[in-house]
Nanobody, 123 residues
Framework: QLQASGGGVVQAGGSLRLSCAASGRPFSGYAMGWFRQAPGKEREFLAAITWNGVSTYYADSVKGRFTISRGNAEKMVWLQMNSLKPEDTAVYYC??????????????????WGQGTLVTVSS
């Protein structure tokens, strides 16, 4: 089970920190990713972090504004979001990268999506 939290309403230019808590299954051996889905749009990749936290990957749309991190002891993944824009409004999800050989940037490499958290950025 994965549970994302920390969403809310924020003004443009503001910040939010999303959390993703894992329970009930192994966590430390998986890379983890954050995705988002806006109404009427496909779920899109935002950021990923390797199992040991050494490497991170970002979509161009969030590079320099969002930071992914993890704590294996806590079974947690975080997404720090700064300089938020109205176009960042979406439901945000986390998921483990279950396809070890797959691309970090592709949705198909991830599964076991949990509940998302809604982020609304007002202009």
């Amino acid at each position: 089970q994965l549970q994302a939290s920390g969403g809310g309403v924020v003004q443009a230019g503001g910040s939010l920190r999303l959390s993703c808590a894992a329970s009930g299954r192994p966590f430390s051996g998986y890379a983890m990713g954050w995705f988002r889905q806006a109404p009427g749009k496909e779920r899109e990749f935002l950021a990923a972090i390797t199992w040991n936290g050494v490497s991170t990957y970002y979509a161009d749309s969030v590079k320099g504004r969002f930071t992914i991190s993890r704590g294996n002891a806590e079974k947690m993944v975080w997404l720090q979001m700064n300089s938020l824009k109205p176009e960042d409004t979406a439901v945000y999800y986390c998921a483990p990268k279950i396809n070890y050989g797959g691309s970090y940037y592709l949705r198909g490499s991830y599964d076991y999506w949990g509940q998302g958290t809604l982020v609304t950025v007002s202009s």
